[in-house]
């Protein structure tokens, strides 16, 4: 396993994330949930107490985190627990914002929660639509991007390659695929106009290769399981995406019927958070992006082991595809 952070210890970072969260009348009970599942399985703090843990203010934490990357990451973490406050309070975004400055952090998601507060629901949804049509093209499927292409009309050429996947072998990536679909019950990339097809076919990809369902927990898990597999903004901006769609609840895609909250707090969410980010920091390579049509002829066990995607710990758990 990749030890997340660089020139530090889990334990370190775990009190820099406890005094970024210890704002208002102290932590929640889901922030303290998710901190105790990241710090356990991710950060690798074996036999963690969090009551014994001296929380780390941000002159503090920025004087051990003095690597970018490991700056970056922290931030990253610290934005997840924000999410898992309800309500959000402005004592929890100026705390954020002031780690980020300590850190030499920044990026959009300071923008989102800061509207959340000084705009309401509706300013925040509003930044958020802006922020997603800026980076969903870039969590396309990188063989079907292409220039002029009508994103208002369905794609049948692209329906067709899909279905092609039928005529591969029953243990091929493209036959799991397949039955992704078959499973979910969602229609496949290509019969509704494109905007999100290329994303689709990208991220459902990853959901088969990774092995992880499609249920709100299960979403925020993938995410966070990327983010582990590789850093990068874009992996970022998916574990973003799915706390503001499932957890924050100001973003409402058009695929789910309501916003979702408080989605952490359900029984096994946090745990499978901190599981599925120790398994994504288990392989070898980021394989979201990759040409999945080149892979869909492989087997899918071949694919993953090229990728170093391990087995969940209990596959059965209802929240996995394995």
């Known amino acids: 396993m990749t030890k997340p ?17 210890t704002v208002a009348d102290g932590p ?17 703090c074996d036999d963690l107490d969090l009551s014994k843990v001296a929380p780390l203010g941000p002159a503090d934490i920025a004087d051990v985190l ?22 959000q309070a402005p004592a929890q975004v100026d ?42 093209p870039l969590r396309a499927e990188p063989t079907l991007v292409r220039e002029g292409q009508d994103l208002t009309a369905p794609e049948p050429e692209l329906v067709e ?3 092609a996947f039928a005529d591969l072998d029953e243990d091929s990536l493209g036959r799991a695929f397949l039955r992704f679909y078959e499973r979910t019950g969602l229609n496949l990339p290509g019969n509704d106009p494109a ?13 088969v290769i990774a092995g992880i369902g499609t249920s709100a927990p299960s979403e925020i898990s993938l995410s966070g399981f990327m983010l582990a597999m590789e850093d990068n903004d874009i992996n ?14 100001f973003g409402q895609p058009t695929s789910i019927k309501a916003a979702e909250t408080e989605t952490l707090t359900r029984p096994g969410a946090p745990e499978l958070l901190g599981r599925e980010m120790a398994r994504g920091a288990k392989c070898t390579a980021d394989f979201s992006l990759v040409d999945h049509f080149a892979l869909a ?7 993953r082991a090229k990728f170093g995607v391990v087995a969940p710990d209990n596959p059965e758990d209802g929240f996995h595809i394995w």
């Open 195 to 207: 905007l999100m097809n290329h994303f689709y076919v990208a991220h459902d990809m990853t959901h």
């Open 66 to 87: 003095r690597d970018h990357h490991d700056a970056r990451r922290f931030h990253q973490l610290h934005v997840a627990l924000e999410a898992a406050r309800h309500p």
């Open 161 to 163: 390659r899909l279905h």
């Open 95 to 136: 705390a954020v914002e002031r780690y980020a400055d300590a850190l030499g952090v920044s990026g959009a998601d300071l923008q989102l929660f800061r509207s959340l507060i000084d705009e309401g629901l509706d300013g925040a949804a509003r930044d958020y639509r802006r922020f997603v049509q800026g980076e969903t």
């Open 297 to 303: 002829p492989l087997p899918l066990a071949e694919v």
């Open 236 to 249: 970022f901006s998916a574990l973003l995406s799915s706390l503001i769609i499932h957890e924050a609840g």
């Open 28 to 44: 929640t009970d889901e922030q303290l949930a998710v901190l105790q599942a990241v710090g356990s399985h991710y950060l690798g």
């Open 5 to 21: 952070f660089t020139h530090v210890d889990g334990t370190t970072v775990v009190g820099g994330l406890l005094g970024g969260i």
